[in-house]
Every structure is written in structure tokens, then in C-alpha cells.
């Protein structure tokens, strides 16, 4: 049985974020929790799990540039499932609809999971209860039986009277139905003016539809304010993936020849000469690319973008860098430094030491404390000292999970 998460992400809370008095802040789902948006840790818990086919997310109109800064890192099986964005409406019920409706236009699934961005620790087997209610015919809700013990409150601030918990559940996300019963039941809400409901079971329970409880977990708590935010980033870091330090080098010679100017880490220099190069003959950045791509054990700059492809003629070669960077994102790694040692008697690099930096900085989104550029001459001696080339050594160090 095909079934579609829908992820509502269209709200504007910043209440975790701090958005109150204090100037415009990203709403809490595209709040980062160990280097990822919260939304992109619910995508991949529903990516993560077997029922689920397909992935739709409601986002706010405004938000398309947070959404896509929010998904850059989803793993390839999150990507496969996941579909274009769909723009929510002014409520929640409104963007739950939006969604249903986009899901109707794509290919109507036979049930839906619907689910709030802002329960990033949803688990797989919360889902599989939820999921499997739903292929059962039924609605479903994730919930949690009440543990304390609930107070009414009187008219002047005392206790009224306690409340029976017996039978008293807290609704979570995700809340499962058949899909053709709750886009109907939506569609009817929405054109009986009812406006008012707080969740999707309370319209499932309106249109009749049977909505049984199934258990959630504490951890699925919604994130609501900094207090929250703060409790799962700690949460996270307790929990993430133990890092592992790992290390890197390259080295790369370029042949001097005809020419008015060399392409050195990512600057352009003037110069008597030229490099000899398929690419823009770019040493420094040859040897950073190996470096990188010899400490994750993926091949060399060669096997990546061999000289024979015509495509890569003429490359300016901090697209080679950026892919090996890519690569190592995609791991679930990242850079913690470098260190380039240009070997040359001529150009001069110290004029052009900082610009040089910059690039490989930018290009691997690091400080510029992190990223070291040095040049020395070989003292006349040897074939950089002879002037008929140019070498470059680099290392790398970096963490990757384990
Ligand atoms: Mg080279």
C-alpha cells in the first residue's frame, strides 16, 4: 500500500528562536540541531522508514530559500522519496489541506501520514504503528497516555476540582488515515467554514472517520521554545555520531611553459610563464583536491575528472575542490583544517598569500584561521629550482563519523 508523509513546515514560530522582541528569526523548523535544520532530521526519521514511499513538505510562500538551505544535506534515499515543496495557507488546517491537495495532483497515495516539522525525533517504529493502523483501514494517531495528574482550575484561582486521567491521551504527530477519507473530510472543513480544528484527528473524528490511539514516544515532543531547542540540540550531542579524526595528502607538479599569467589556489597570477594543464593547471588546488579525496579513500583528482574528458578543459579547478568537499559532506564529515605548500621560485605567492586563502576558505566554508597557505623556493635546486615547474603539497585533517 503506497503511503505519503506530509510534513507541515509552514508555520511562523519563533518562539524557539528567539524571534520575539528581537528582530526577525527563522521559524523553529529551519532551527539547526547538530548542524542539520530541524526539518531535515524529520524528513530523513520518515526517509528512514519502510511504510513510507513518499515525502511532500508545506512550507510558507516566503520560505523557499530556507527550505532549500534546510534540505541541502538529506541523504540520497531522503531525496529519493522527497517531492517538490507545496505552499501552505494562512492555518495549519489550511496548509494540511494545501498539502493533500498536492499530493491528490501529483499521484494520490492510499494513505497519509501527517506530521509537524517540529518533531524532528519522530522514530521508525512510532511511524510503523501509525502506518500500519492506516493500512488497516483506520485512522491512527501517535499519542502518549497522561502521566499527571490534571487540575481544573476555579474562577478564583484554586483547584475546582481534579480530573479523572483514566482513558486521557496527549495527541502527537504523525496522524495516519486513508487518503481519499481525509482529503474528503479536509475539502469538507474547509468549505463548511470550520476553521477551528486543532489537529487532523479532530477533523477525521467530525467526518465520522475511526481514529484509534497508537503509542508515541516522549522523545516526539514538539519543539516550541528555546527551552526545547535547546534540551534537543543537547539531546543531539549526546546522541550524534561519535567523529573519528582522519588525514589527508596531495602532491601535484604543473610544467612551466609559454605563457603570461598561472592560475595558484584559486588566483590568477601575472607571470613570465604559464602552467601545462588540462584544467587551468591550478598545482595548489591539484594537491588540496588529493588531500581531501585521499582522506575519505575515494580515488584521486584523475579518477574524478580525467584529462581525456574534453569537458574539463580549461577547468577552473576550485570545481574540483568543491566536489571533493561535497563528497565529504555527503559522508556526514567535515573539514576541520588545511595547509598548502607551494614549492616555486617565481611568481612571489605573499602578495597573493590572503586572496589565495579567501578562495579555499569559501570554497570549503571555513574560517580563514582553519585554511593555511605557505611558498617556499627549493634553493635553485631541482626542477622547481631550475624553474621548469611548479609543485604544491597539501594535507587535510578532518572528522567523519564513525
Ligand atoms: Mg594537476
Redesign the pocket.
Known sequence: MEIAALIVAAGRGTRATGGEGDGPRAPKQYAEIGRRSVLHHAVEAFAGSEAIHSILVVIHADDDEAYSNAIRHLSPAARGKLREPVAGGATRQASVLAGLEGLQRLAAPAGVLIHDAARPWVNTDVIARVAAAVVRGTGAVAALPVADTLKKEGADGTIEATVERQGLWRAQTPQGFPFPAILAAHRRAASAGRTDFTDDAAIAEWAGLPVRLVAGAARNDKITTAEDLAMARLQFGAQGPAMVPLSGIGF???RLTEGDHVWLCGVKIAHTHGLL?H?D???GL??LTDAILGAIGDGD?GQHFPPSDPKWKGAASVRFLADAARRVEARGGRIVNVDVMLMCEAPKVGPHREAMRAVIAETLGLGMARVGVKATTTEGLGFTGRREGIAALATVSLLMPE
Open positions: 601535484d607538479v604543473h594543464g584544467s593547471a591550478d598545482v591539484h594537491a583528482i
